[in-house]
């Protein structure tokens, strides 16, 4: 497996002198290739600044991050981010189709019905074949969301960053869109990092889980997850290894980084634990 993002050292202090804000301090840590790696830390700690620096969006204050071995200087072009807000990242005035297409614009090399092809491809992948024609705000909010992820889907970028993409959709929905991105990135072998407060879907989702402390930010844990590829909501979340990880990464966050209790041999861990974190 080759190295898709090297992040080293990496800080970001807001603001100067008296006014200072360190947000971020001292990460490092590599996604693979074709990896879906899940950072979760508690609400204000500096996951969206972390993400800022990556995507190239502001200027790390210490440190460095690469993508496929180039440095981060700017937005990266094979770099796609997919936020909260679905009902502010869409177009109101553009179909889904359009909006689709709307960063393929910029890809010279690609023709007009090139551009089309790959949108409709992208909105099959999220299974939304048909609705190319709609506006979305003819859709529902986990539809819109689906949409916004064929956007990303569609640059066919190396690296596909989300911050919290399933926080404005109700529980049920979430639970569909987390297994559409996790059946997309096992048939296409996308590298994802996604950022959540959500203990759960940063098990259930993830192939590693990043554990980040309060603020600012730093890595408390890098914990491989021992679940198959392919996952179920109901059998995934029941079972042994689901149970004692996420009661691993609540202990990390609750205790501020101490060494984790384990669960004793056999028994399933503790699962009293809050899923998310205020
Ligand atoms: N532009 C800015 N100027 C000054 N401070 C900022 C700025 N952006 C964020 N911060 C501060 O940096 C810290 C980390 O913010 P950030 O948004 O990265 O955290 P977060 O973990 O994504 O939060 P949440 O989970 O609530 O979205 C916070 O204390 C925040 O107030």
């Known amino acids: 497996m080759s190295t898709m993002l090297n992040v080293t050292g990496l800080s970001h202090r807001y603001g100067s002198g008296e006014n200072a804000h360190v947000a971020v301090n001292d990460l490092t ?18 996951k969206s600044t972390l993400l800022r620096c990556i995507s190239g969006l502001i200027e790390p204050t210490g440190g460095e991050v690469t993508l496929h071995g180039d ?10 981010v997919v936020f909260q807000d679905y009902s502010r990242s869409l177009f109101p ?4 189709r359009q909006n689709v297409e709307f960063p393929l614009r ?6 007009r019905a090139e551009r089309r092809e790959r949108a409709e491809e992208a909105l099959s992948w999220v299974n939304l074949p048909g609705v190319g ?14 949409v916004s992820i ?16 399933f926080a404005s959709v109700d529980a049920q929905t979430r639970f569909e869109l987390e297994d559409l991105l996790r059946s997309v990135q096992v048939a296409h072998g996308s590298t994802i990092l996604l950022v959540t407060h959500d203990i759960d879907e940063s098990v259930y989702l993830g192939d590693r889980v990043l554990v980040l402390s309060k603020s600012p930010a730093r890595i408390v ?14 059998t995934t979340r029941e079972s042994k290894n689901f149970v004692s990880l996420r009661g ?3 202990r990390l966050l609750h205790g501020g980084g101490d060494a984790p209790e384990q669960a004793p041999t056999g028994e399933p861990a503790d699962t009293t634990e809050p899923s998310t974190l205020a």
Do not use: H
């Not at 074709?34 to 609400?43: N, R, Y």
């Not at 440095?71 to 796609?80: C, H, I, K, Q």
């Open 221 to 234: 844990a890098d914990l491989p997850v021992d679940l198959p590829p392919e996952r179920d909501q109901i």
């Open 106 to 111: 910029w890809k010279r090399n690609l023709s």
């Open 133 to 146: 024609g709609k506006y979305p705000w003819q859709l529902s909010g986990g539809m819109q969301q689906r």
């Open 150 to 165: 064929a956007r990303a889907l569609a640059r066919r970028p190396a690296l596909l960053l989300m911050d919290e993409p």
């Open 93 to 96: 005035w553009l179909t889904v």
């Open 29 to 46: 840590f590599v996604v693979e290739t074709g990896e879906l790696a899940c950072i979760v830390g508690p609400s204000g700690c500096g």
């Open 71 to 80: 440095r981060v200087t700017g937005v990266p072009e094979d770099l796609a």
């Open 248 to 250: 691993e990464v609540a």
